[in-house]
């Protein structure tokens, strides 16, 4: 049967145990297109496994195994003959700690573009500069594109690695707790990027931070012990949520 148009990456009785140890318990959810689903749960709950399942990065841990299907676009990521890389250049992924590849700033940003052939450069200067706003960086760096990205505070690296991120084109943007090592102001800069990118870009965030997920969330998976408890518009999980466990962590009882 085909998938609703709205939903973007279907999750099918997806497993993962690594050395036998059960890490999620088949998880079925469809993540709806251009919208901010939050992912919510306790530590140690399975979150960054779902995320890093999104994208198969999960595959390179030793001793992992994966049952079931993500369906992206209605191709599945885990069937043996799908073709991995052309699945990944859909996905742009922010870190909890942000990673700029040893070099400028500019070099960041062209990175991507760069290995996907674009030599031209007036072209790479104006993708550079387009995504450097579209992070919200552009003001603080453009007097200074070609020193290290490694001079930038870990606020403004975050923003550089989210450019770098959307310089690729992608589609889709898978985020682990991307605020978890910043100051208050640099947070609201990577939340307000989100917001402004909802429209254009189906976001799945990592967070534990309740108040982030309720400023973000248009949906909320909610996860304990490996298992999807509850899943829905984020107004419902938030409001009503008809499990006890999201009751109790909702209510902080539980954290
Ligand atoms: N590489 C790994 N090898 C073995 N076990 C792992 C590995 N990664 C995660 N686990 C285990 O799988 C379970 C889920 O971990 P995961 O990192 O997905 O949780 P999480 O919800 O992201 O937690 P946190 O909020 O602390 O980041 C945990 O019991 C964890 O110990
Ligand atoms: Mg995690």
């Known amino acids: 049967m085909p998938e609703p ?23 079925s959810v469809n993540i709806p297109d251009r919208k901010i689903t939050a992912v919510l749960g306790p530590s140690g709950c399975g979150k960054t496994t779902f995320l890093r399942c999104l994208n198969r990065l999960v595959d390179t841990v030793d001793g992992v195994s994966v049952s079931g299907q993500v369906l992206v676009d209605g191709e599945d990521l885990f069937d043996p003959a799908a073709e991995v890389t052309h699945i990944r250049k859909k996905m742009g992924l922010l870190s909890q700690r942000p990673y700029p590849l040893p070099m400028s700033i500019y070099d960041n940003v062209a990175y991507g573009p760069r290995i996907h052939g674009q030599s031209d450069r007036g072209e790479l200067d104006a993708l550079v500069e387009h995504h450097l706003k579209l992070a919200g960086l552009w003001d603080e760096v453009k007097g200074r594109l070609r020193a290290p990205a490694t001079s930038l505070s870990i606020g403004q690296q975050q923003r550089l690695c989210l450019a770098r991120g959307l310089a690729v084109g992608p589609e889709i943007i898978l985020a682990d707790e991307p605020t978890s090592a910043l100051d208050p102001i640099s947070s609201a800069h990577i939340e307000g990027k989100f917001k402004e990118l909802r429209d254009q870009y189906t976001i799945v965030i990592v967070t534990h931070i309740l108040r982030q997920a309720r400023r973000l969330a248009d949906y909320v998976i909610f996860m304990y012990m490996g298992e999807l408890v509850e899943h829905g518009p984020a107004a419902e999980v938030f409001n009503a949520p008809r499990e006890k466990q999201t009751r109790e962590y909702i209510s902080g009882v539980i954290s």
């Open 5 to 27: 148009s709205t939903t973007h990456i279907s999750v099918r009785n997806l497993s993962v145990h690594y050395g036998g140890q059960p890490a999620l318990k088949n998880v």
